[in-house]
C-alpha cells in the first residue's frame, strides 16, 4: 500500500534527519517513485485523500507536490490529476539511497566481467536529475532550434547518395575545414584541415587514442581528480590507470610518478576538471619535457575551452608542442548540446592515415547531412552569434552564483577555477563530509557533485562542484543563498 510505505519512510526521515513534515514526504514520495512503487504515467491518490490518509495538513501535501512538479517528477493534467512523470528514472528496488556523485552497483551484476564490473563501479557518472547547480551541463534551452530545423531539412533534401554512406575520410570535409579554421584562430592550434578527424564526441576521440597508441596494460597518466568519462574509456580499454595529483597549476607529476612511466598522458590544462585549475606555462612546458622523456603521448582534452571569464586568454597545449606528441580533442557538446553527438581530434601528420583507416574500420562512421548542417551552421555565424549569446549570458550566472558564495568564502573555503566554463569548484577543509553535503543540497533540490567523488587515490580534498550554465540566472539568485546557507551549517 502507497500510504503504508509514506508513513513509514517519513517516519525514517523523521527520525534520522529532523526534516520539516512537507519535505519528508516529499522524500517519501520521491523514493516511492525512484523504487518503482509509483511507476512512470501512474495517477497520484488527490491531494485531499493523501492529507486523510497519512494525517497531515492539505497544505503539507500540496507543498510536497508542489515542489515534486517543480523539479519534473510530476505533471498535473487539467481536470484529470496528478500523474508521475513518464521520464521519472527507476532505480533497483531495494537499492541502498543514492549519494551525488556515487550510483550503486547494478542490483544483478552476475556475469560480468572482470572490466565489466570495474566499468559499473564507484567512479562514474551521477543519475541525479539536471537541476540548478548540476555541474557540465549547458543551457541548451538556448539553442536557436528552428534554425537548426531549417538546415537539417536543407541538407536531407539535398543528401546524395554518398552522404547516406559511411565516411572514410575523417568527417564531411567543409566541416573539418570550418573546425580547422576556428582551431587555427582560437585556440592556437597548429593544424591542417586533413589532421581533423569528426568524431561522436570525446568518448570516441580518447578511445581511438587508447586503442591505437597503447597497448593493453599500458601506463596512462590521469590527473587526480578526474573525468570519470575519460578514466572510463581507458579503462575500457585495458589500460593501467595511475593517478597523478593535481594542484592550483595543473597535474604535478613527481618521482614517484616517473617510477610508473606513461605511455599516454591524458589532461585538460585549459580548466582542470573538476577543480578548474589552469595549468601554468612552466607547467605545461615541463610536462612536454615529462612526455618526451618517456616517449608518451598527450591526449589534450579541451572541453569548455570555449567560455573564459576574466583572466589572460590561454591557448591549447598543442600549440607549444615542438615534437608532434599531443593529440588536441574537442567536443560541441558545450556550445549545441549533449545529444548533437559530435565532437573532433586533431592527430599529427604522421598518424593521419592509420586514425582515419581505424576510426572507418572501429566506428562505421556517418551522419553525413548532420555534419553538412553543421559546417554550414558554423560557416553562416551562426556558430559565433550563439557562443557570444552563450558567454554572456553565463557571464551574469557566473556572477550571481559568486556572489551568492561571497559570505562563505574566508579560511579554508575559497573558490577554484571560475575563471572558463561552465562551473566552479567550492573548496573546503579536509574534514567536511562534501559527500553527506551534497546529499543535503540534493534533498533542497539543489544537485552539486562532492568533489572527493572525483577522487581516484588521494584522499585530501573536499569540496562542491557547482554548474552554472543549465540554471536561469533567475534559479542561481534564487537557490545561490540557499546553496550558501547549507554550506555554511555544515561546513563553515
Ligand atoms: C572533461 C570533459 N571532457 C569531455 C566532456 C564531454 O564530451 P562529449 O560530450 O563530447 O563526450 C565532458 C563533459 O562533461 C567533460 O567534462
Known amino acids: 500500500m502507497l500510504s503504508e510505505f509514506l508513513l513509514s519512510e517519513m517516519n525514517r526521515l523523521g527520525t534520522q534527519d529532523a526534516l520539516p513534515l512537507h519535505r519528508q514526504l516529499y522524500e517519501a514520495l520521491r523514493r516511492a517513485m525512484l523504487d518503482g512503487k509509483l511507476g512512470p504515467g501512474e495517477r497520484l491518490p488527490s491531494s485531499r485523500d493523501l492529507a486523510q490518509d497519512l494525517n497531515l495538513s492539505r497544505n503539507t501535501v500540496v507543498a510536497a507536490i508542489n515542489q515534486l512538479s517543480v523539479e519534473g517528477y510530476l505533471e498535473s493534467r487539467v481536470g484529470s490529476g496528478t500523474y508521475v512523470n513518464e521520464n521519472v528514472p527507476r532505480i533497483h528496488p531495494g537499492a541502498a539511497p543514492l549519494r551525488p556523485g556515487l550510483r550503486s552497483a547494478p542490483a544483478a551484476a552476475g556475469g560480468l566481467s572482470q572490466r565489466g564490473l570495474a566499468l559499473t563501479g564507484r567512479f562514474c557518472a551521477s543519475e541525479l536529475e539536471v537541476q540548478p547547480f548540476t555541474p557540465g ?26 552522404m547516406l554512406d559511411y565516411n572514410t575520410s575523417g568527417g564531411y570535409a567543409p566541416l573539418r575545414r570550418a573546425i580547422a579554421d576556428y582551431l587555427r584562430v582560437f585556440r592556437s592550434v597548429q593544424l591542417d584541415a586533413d589532421q581533423v ?3 561522436t564526441g570525446t568518448q570516441q576521440s580518447l578511445e581511438l587514442c587508447a586503442r591505437l597508441l597503447a597497448d593493453h596494460g599500458d601506463t596512462v597518466w590521469v590527473e587526480d581528480p578526474a573525468y570519470w568519462g575519460a578514466a572510463k574509456a581507458f579503462m575500457a580499454s585495458g589500460l593501467a590507470l595511475h ?7 595543473g597535474i604535478h607529476p613527481g618521482p614517484a610518478d616517473d617510477a610508473q612511466p606513461p605511455r599516454l598522458i591524458y589532461l585538460t590544462p585549459s580548466h582542470q576538471y573538476p577543480t578548474g585549475a589552469v595549468m601554468s606555462l612552466p607547467r605545461r612546458h615541463q610536462l612536454l619535457s615529462t612526455a618526451r622523456a618517456h616517449g608518451a603521448w598527450v591526449l589534450e582534452d579541451d572541453y569548455d575551452s570555449e567560455y573564459r571569464f576574466s583572466g589572460p586568454p590561454i591557448s591549447s597545449l598543442e600549440g607549444l608542442d615542438t615534437d608532434g606528441r599531443v593529440l588536441y580533442m574537442g567536443t560541441f557538446s558545450k556550445v549545441l548540446y549533449p545529444g548533437i553527438k559530435l565532437g573532433y581530434l586533431v592527430v599529427p601528420k604522421p598518424l593521419v592515415a592509420a586514425f582515419k583507416q581505424a576510426h572507418y574500420d572501429l566506428n562505421r562512421p556517418g551522419q553525413m547531412p548532420l555534419q553538412a548542417a553543421l559546417a554550414e551552421f558554423i560557416e553562416m555565424g551562426h556558430f559565433s552569434s550563439a557562443l ?9 550566472r557566473r556572477a550571481a552564483l559568486l556572489e551568492a558564495l561571497r559570505p562563505v568564502l574566508g579560511g579554508e573555503i575559497f573558490i577554484s577555477g571560475a575563471e572558463q566554463g561552465l562551473h566552479l569548484c567550492l573548496r ?9 553535503l551534497a546529499l543535503r543540497l540534493a534533498q533542497q533540490g539543489l544537485t552539486v557533485r562532492p568533489l572527493s567523488a572525483y577522487c581516484l587515490a588521494r584522499q585530501d580534498l573536499r569540496g562542491l562542484v557547482i554548474g552554472y550554465g543549465y540554471a536561469p540566472l533567475v534559479a542561481i539568485q534564487r537557490h545561490g543563498p540557499q546553496l550558501a546557507a547549507a554550506v555554511r551549517a555544515l561546513a563553515g
Do not use: C, G
Open 243 to 249: 593517478p597523478v595529483a593535481v594542484d592550483d597549476e
Open 428 to 436: 573546503l577543509p579536509a574534514t567536511v563530509d562534501d559527500q553527506a
Open 388 to 396: 557570444r549569446r552563450a558567454r554572456q549570458s553565463y557571464a551574469e
Open 137 to 162: 551541463i549547458a543551457d541548451f534551452s538556448a539553442f536557436p532550434l528552428t534554425l537548426w530545423q531549417r538546415l537539417q531539412n536543407k541538407h536531407w533534401r539535398m543528401a546524395y547518395p554518398d
Open 197 to 199: 578527424i569528426v568524431t
